[in-house]
C-alpha cells in the first residue's frame, strides 16, 4: 500500500510532518510512506481570461 501524504506547514520536522510519520508509523499494514512537503515545491498559478 502506498500513502501519500501532502504536508502544507514551512516547518522542516515541525508538528504537522510529525503528525504525519506517527500516523503512518501506527498502521499496521505494510505501507511505503511519500511524504511531499508543499513549501519547497515551485508551485506557480497562471490565470488567462478569454475575451469572450
Not at 23 to 30: E, G, T
Request: hydrophobic share 45%; charged share 30%.
Amino acid at each position: 500500500m502506498n500513502i501519500l501524504a501532502l504536508v502544507g506547514s514551512p516547518r522542516r520536522l515541525g508538528n504537522s510532518e510529525l503528525m504525519v510519520k506517527e500516523i503512518s508509523r501506527r498502521i499496521p499494514d505494510p505501507h511505503r510512506l511519500k511524504l511531499v512537503r508543499l513549501p519547497e515545491m515551485d508551485i506557480r498559478f497562471k490565470f488567462f481570461v478569454a475575451n469572450l
